[in-house]
């Protein structure tokens, strides 16, 4: 394999993995805006909530690894993104707090940036 053709691996397998983080967190953001618009049961929005904490989880495991590509700022900085929404969405799931469109809004922004 020529180096040319594993740089191109390397961008098409780093495109593919941001396409299913957009689709995970388009996933998470469909589930907190059923929340905010539709009847739902307690269950429902506890499903929802743990979806969206255990995805930031994910991310934050990944950017906190060392080998993470992007820039130790930037990192950091989604990290303590990340830490907000997991926080938030406990307070959701312990009824301390119901603004669901402050998730929301911040899971589009992540998402539509990458």
Known sequence: MTFEAYETVV?????EARGRERQALSL???RLER???EHHSREDQ???LLYVRRL???FIEDLAHPE???PEQLRADIISIGLWVVKEADRLREERSNDVMQLVE???MIRDAL
């Open 46 to 48: 506890v499903q929802s």
């Open 11 to 15: 961008e098409d397998s780093g495109y």
């Open 35 to 37: 929340l905010q618009k």
């Open 28 to 30: 998470g953001i469909d």
């Open 56 to 58: 930031w989880t994910i």
């Open 106 to 108: 911040i899971n589009r």
């Open 68 to 70: 993470n590509g992007l």
